[in-house]
């Protein structure tokens, strides 16, 4: 294979012949220009920019992030230690910026990507992007005994502020979810109320972050194991980036590889039968995984996870991207695609066309990257630049699998006790029409022990499938312990992922619901306050303001959610008895959500009766229905029931499971066979901001004894 770049000279060389000739030393002519930056009018130029001063939280993050690499990558650039000095000014400035949350840890707190005007908060992401540059700073101070003796307690600081904020607050809030070896972090489920600067849950929110977040963390988390030698931060490292090769999807014609936004990892990412987030290249946004291959060579400079057959495979994934005058994204889906500039230093190609587009653009910025890629990264070429030895580095041991059809295979949860009777969900994502075929595989000899699943699937567009595995092993009938693979086979493509049937220890939760038995029933008026075993409330409360004939209902506002859980994984042929009162808002005419209600399957699908307005609905006249499973909350239906301002009577009858009813007034609504479940497990009801408040009243669930 061939390596472009490559040379003998060591950092330590260059470092030794930069100090010969000067702190400015710069080793290519056309990069002189960044002499004429001085680093204090640059650091008040970025200052100037107004994002910093009226944005708060996550957002101003993004903002602050955009210039913290400049300061640090212009030092390694010129060895002007004037550099240092303005780079701790700008981080000591948005330092500055942190608050402490309810839970005494500190973050940068405010607006959240929620858009909810009622929370604040801080961002995992935040907290990312904003540690990274310092860093650096303190891991470049900290290898200098003469940048040491200048910049060292700064450092120091930025080292501690940033094991308490990125490593300490994630960890205590339990937002790190490992299974089976793989790492993942997912949103914290509470936030800060506006009103009472205290905590409110918001638990049906937490999902996993967006996969470049994890990469932005695992850098932070990767720099701190540089500076402290750690082994425990490596390790997390590890985690987090062996899932990302893992998820790598191989194109073989061009051998190079593709991977997803956002991938699910932990129970709460499936819903039903659809993931809680859409799996996919981004569709117009290529900037993410242009930072994602950045910090991929990070990792691989550090000796992790990457070998030097992954980063090729990323450079003719680049190469591919690029098709004559235009840009395809990497799977080839859109045409959000740009260059991978952190790949210049291994590729000749990259090289030329990224310093080419530096020297054609006319600001400091660019001449500060400039001088980086030619006075430090392009004599690297294909050496690690963070380890000693090659003896140091520990890569992950998987070649890429095909992905072009099969483009998503995860095992949710990998790891299944039987003490808990736990399922997992084979979650599979499709793309064009064939035989899907679920295997499982003996771990240690490959040996395939029967099928999971297997089903024939039609349509062009990528497509869900989601079936459940109780860990039984189909050779034996048995829930066997012991280690497996799970195989997906589609269209000649095969993928598999590791899993493991372990006994566990029985989980005592004291919020599970209680399981409702044949011949029993549950009646809810709302007299008395309502049991956190079996409600789920975000925002939804007992209200006196209005009621059918007590003196409470439930209310739902805007934003408002409540589950009532009386199952578990199985649904239940019960009769379902609600009133529902609705305020008859009108819109003639636009867009517009109101609030619903219905029940939840024992798998996690929603079926919801809603009003909304579309314009091939008429949300004035009648309601509508959705069930998540189809397309989670995007396919609407009208039901032929009208709507009545006041209370109404729905039924949602699941006694006969073979032909279920459901009904309003004693009308029955229009829902098509295939969406309508045999049973269920529980109830769910949101608010909206569009249609008025929702109140809920006089709730009876029977259970025939048969």
């Known amino acids: 294979m061939k390596r472009l770049f490559r040379t003998t000279r060591t950092l330590k060389s260059l470092a030794a012949a930069a100090a010969l000739a000067g702190p400015a030393l710069l080793l290519a002519p056309d990069a002189q220009a960044v002499d004429a930056v001085n680093p204090q009018q640059y650091l008040q130029n970025v200052l100037r920019n107004g994002n910093l001063h009226n944005t708060t939280g996550e957002f101003f993050a993004w903002h602050a992030a955009s210039a913290a690499d400049d300061f640090v990558q212009a030092y390694e650039a010129t060895e002007d230690p004037a ?9 000591d400035f948005y330092f500055d910026r942190l608050e402490e949350d309810p839970d005494g840890h500190l973050g940068w707190i405010g607006e959240t990507v929620t858009g909810d005007p009622g929370i604040r908060g801080d961002a995992l992401v935040g907290d990312a992007i904003l540690l990274r540059a310092p860093l650096r700073f303190a891991e470049i101070v900290l290898n200098n005994p003469e940048l040491e003796e200048r910049f060292g307690d700064k450092a120091r600081e930025y080292v501690d502020l940033a094991t308490r904020i990125a490593w300490d607050k994630w960890n205590e809030r339990g937002t790190y979810h490992l299974d089976n070896g793989f790492g993942s972090y997912h949103t914290h489920h509470q936030y800060i109320d506006v009103d009472t600067g205290e905590w409110v849950d918001r ?8 996969l470049n977040k994890h990469y932005a963390i695992g850098i932070v988390i990767l720099r701190l194991h540089r500076i402290t030698g750690e082994e425990q931060y490596a390790q997390r490292v590890f985690e987090i980036y062996s899932r990302l090769k893992s998820m790598f999807r191989h194109f073989p014609e061009d051998n190079r590889v593709s991977w997803n936004f956002w991938m699910p990892h932990g ?27 950045g910090r991929i060579v990070e990792v691989y400079d550090t000796g992790l996870v990457f070998d030097e057959d992954d980063i090729q495979r990323l450079i003719n994934t680049n190469h591919y991207m690029e098709q004559g005058d235009g840009w395809r994204s990497s ?126 699937v039609t349509g062009d567009n990528a497509q869900y499938v989601m079936p459940r595995w109780d860990g039984t092993n189909p050779a034996t009938g048995e829930k066997d312990l012991g280690a497996y693979r799970v195989q997906w086979s589609f269209r000649g493509e095969t993928r598999v992922q590791d899993v493991r049937v372990t006994e566990g ?70 009769r379902i008895t609600m009133w529902v009162h609705e305020e008859g808002v009108r819109r003639s005419g636009g867009n517009g959500e109101g609030p619903r209600w219905g029940v939840v399957t024992g ?9 909304a ?81 929702l109140y809920i009243d006089d709730i009876l669930i029977e259970y025939p004894d048969r």
């Open 83 to 91: 550099w240092l000095d303005a780079a701790a000014s700008y981080y």
């Open 331 to 456: 799977d080839g889906s859109t045409d959000a695609g740009t260059r991978w500039s952190s790949l210049a230093r291994f590729d000749e190609h990259i090289y030329d066309a990224y310093r080419s587009s530096l020297e054609n653009s006319d600001s400091d910025g660019s001449r500060i990257r400039l001088a980086y890629l030619e006075n430090v990264l392009k004599p690297i070429g294909w050496e690690r630049r963070y380890i000693q030895s090659e003896d140091d580095v520990r890569t992950y041991d998987r070649e890429p699998e095909p992905g072009v059809h099969l483009s998503m295979n995860q095992v949710i949860p990998a790891t299944l006790e039987t003490a808990n009777n736990d399922r997992a969900v084979l979650a599979t994502q499709v793309r064009g029409s064939g035989n899907l075929r679920i295997a499982l595989l003996d771990a240690e000899t490959g040996q395939e022990l029967g099928t999971l699943h297997e089903e024939r």
């Open 203 to 210: 638990s049906s929110r937490v999902i996993s972050d967006n």
């Open 613 to 693: 307005w579309r314009g091939y609905l008429a949300g004035d006249q009648e309601y509508a229905w959705t069930n998540t499973g189809d397309n989670r909350w995007f396919n609407l239906s009208g039901s032929d029931v009208p709507r009545r301002a006041g209370w109404s009577q729905w039924v949602f009858d699941f006694t006969d499971p073979q032909n279920p009813r459901i009904s309003a007034n004693r009308q029955d609504a229009n829902i098509s066979t295939q969406s309508t479940p045999k049973g269920a497990a529980g109830l769910y009801f949101s608010g909206s901001s569009d249609a008025g408040p």
């Open 603 to 611: 798998i996690g699908d929603i079926l919801a009766i809603r009003i």
């Open 267 to 293: 129970p709460y990412d499936i819903e039903g039968r659809s993931p809680t987030s859409w799996v996919a290249v981004h569709p117009n946004r290529p900037g993410y995984q242009a930072s994602e291959v």
């Open 505 to 574: 220890e029985q989980r005592d939760d004291p919020n599970a619901p209680d399981v409702l038995q044949p011949g029993g029933h549950i009646a809810i008026d709302f007299t008395d306050e309502l049991d956190p075993g079996q409600w789920t409330l975000e925002g939804a409360a007992r209200s006196d303001e209005r009621a059918r004939v007590g003196d409470h209902s439930l209310r739902l506002g805007a934003g408002d959610t409540a589950r009532f859980m009386f199952g578990d994984q199985d649904n239940l042929p019960v």
